[in-house]
């Protein structure tokens, strides 16, 4: 089996658009969530998201931005990002052994909002001419094989809150079996929209807004957390043989070493302690390390009731009395819940956390629920001058759980 280096990121996130403002921002606990004031939120009863601050322009010029979804801007830009730190141009890559695997949860939900408002809404005929090719889930991975000329594997998951985890894990077994060399690997997501945000409302899942700060509305792992907070934006990395990356001098951010995952099958939305905790094993199992071996997790730590409670017992029965000397913290609290694109920025976030030997805080965690009694980092940045080796966790309504580890290089 091949080896499987991480040699460049790209980020667009609630919290900067490079890896570089992403890091800053959660060092410093600053968090990206903000009411939205805007009156086309006015029927939502909780105004709060975490959007990012992203110029279309820096993507391409009208013309062709007129044929991408904001999902697809993201990705596209994230993919830019990527490839540059590693050091990449389309000339570089030999299109059959270069594939792109993404994940996404609700794919074009702007074009889809913006014609069902124009159909129903406005009693319109006409919608626009290419809602079909904006909307579709796989547009965004599409664009990138476009963008750089690729013809080998293109592939797009939807597992909802892990299907950017799905798609790296995946792309990591492709280049581990040979089949490909170089994949572009991770998620986008854009669904800061009316109809998707009242669609996550009446799950009854979504935070209330904090009355003395909106910016700590999502509060994971305390006593008061009331649900999630949605966010956008988008994470790619690009993976690489190992052998090869070395030949041709790339500068290895980390090594993937582990992928796990799982399906519950005991509810379509409440979570389950054994699914996730066989994730993390298989994960474990597949890297060829154990649970003593693991010196962060990057939890997927929702902010609801019900997730925050089932993963703590989960990390719990993987690690026994090693869990309480885990750092573990979700840097949700700050950048938001991406849904399709989650599990990307957050193995973003733990491969970089392992090049800054720094572990990124739970911002607003100043009420800790006792069922929640693990060391989840609260409220300040930690350095860890031998942090080598991270997990990060996925877990997804409809039951799709996938684990992530990844270790420093030698």
């Known amino acids: 089996m091949k080896r499987v280096a991480v040699t460049g990121i790209g980020v667009v996130s609630p919290l900067g658009n490079s890896p570089g403002e992403l890091m800053d921002s959660l060092a410093a606990g600053r968090s990206g969530i903000r009411r939205l004031e805007s009156d086309d939120?006015?029927?939502?009863?909780?105004?709060?998201?975490?959007?990012?601050?992203?110029?279309?322009?820096?993507?391409?010029?009208?013309?062709?931005?007129?044929?991408?979804?904001?999902?697809?801007?993201?990705?596209?830009?994230?993919?830019?990002?990527?490839?540059?730190?590693?050091?990449?141009?389309?000339?570089?890559?030999d299109p059959a052994r270069t594939g792109v695997f993404l994940g996404t949860g609700m794919g074009g939900a702007h074009t889809a909002d913006e014609g069902y408002r124009t159909l129903y809404g406005e009693q319109s005929d006409r919608i626009k001419p290419f809602s079909v090719l904006l909307a579709m889930n796989n547009a965004a991975a599409s664009w990138i094989g476009l963008e750089y000329g690729l013809t080998g594997p293109n592939l797009t998951f939807t597992t909802a809150c892990s299907s950017s985890t799905v798609a790296i894990g995946e792309a990591a077994q492709r280049i581990r079996s040979g089949a490909v060399d170089i994949m572009f690997a991770g998620g986008s997501e854009a669904s800061l929209w009316l109809g998707p945000m009242k669609a996550w409302e009446?799950?009854?899942?979504?935070?209330?807004?904090?009355?003395?700060?909106?910016?700590?509305?999502?509060?994971?792992?305390?006593?008061?957390?009331?649900?999630?907070?949605?966010?956008?934006?988008?994470?790619?990395?690009?993976?690489?043989?190992?052998?090869?990356?070395?030949?041709?001098?790339?500068?290895?951010?980390?090594?993937?070493?582990?992928?796990?995952?799982?399906?519950?099958?005991?509810?379509?939305?409440?979570?389950?302690?054994?699914?996730?905790?066989?994730?993390?094993?298989?994960?474990?199992?597949?890297?060829?390390?154990?649970?003593?071996s693991i010196d962060y997790i990057n939890a997927h730590g929702t902010g609801t009731l019900a997730n925050d409670a089932v993963e703590t017992a989960a990390i719990k029965e993987v690690f026994g009395p090693h869990a309480a000397r885990i750092p573990v913290s979700s840097t949700k609290s700050m950048h938001g819940h991406l849904l399709g694109a989650a599990g990307a920025l957050e193995f973003a976030i733990a491969v970089l956390a392992l090049q800054a030997r720094t572990i990124p805080p739970t911002a607003h965690l100043k009420d800790p629920d006792p069922e929640c009694d693990l060391d989840y980092v609260p409220n300040v940045a930690r350095e860890c001058s031998s942090i080598g080796t991270v997990m990060s966790n996925s877990f997804a309504f409809g039951g799709t759980n996938a684990v992530l580890l990844a270790r420093r290089p030698p």
């Not at 904001?70 to 990449?88: D, E, I, M, P, W």
């Not at 099958?265 to 474990?284: E, I, N, W």
């Open 41 to 93: 939120y006015k029927r939502l009863t909780n105004r709060i998201a975490a959007p990012a601050n992203f110029d279309p322009a820096s993507v391409a010029d009208g013309p062709k931005l007129r044929m991408m979804d904001r999902v697809t801007q993201f990705a596209l830009a994230a993919s830019h990002q990527a490839a540059a730190q590693a050091g990449l141009s389309r000339d570089d890559l």
């Open 202 to 292: 009446a799950m009854r899942t979504v935070a209330t807004e904090d009355p003395q700060d909106p910016a700590a509305s999502c509060k994971p792992f305390s006593r008061n957390r009331s649900g999630m907070v949605l966010g956008e934006g988008a994470a790619i990395l690009v993976l690489e043989e190992w052998e090869a990356a070395q030949a041709r001098g790339a500068s290895i951010m980390a090594e993937i070493i582990g992928y796990g995952l799982t399906t519950d099958v005991a509810h379509l939305t409440h979570p389950s302690v054994k699914g996730q905790a066989l994730a993390m094993q298989l994960a474990l199992q597949s890297a060829g390390t154990d649970a003593a």
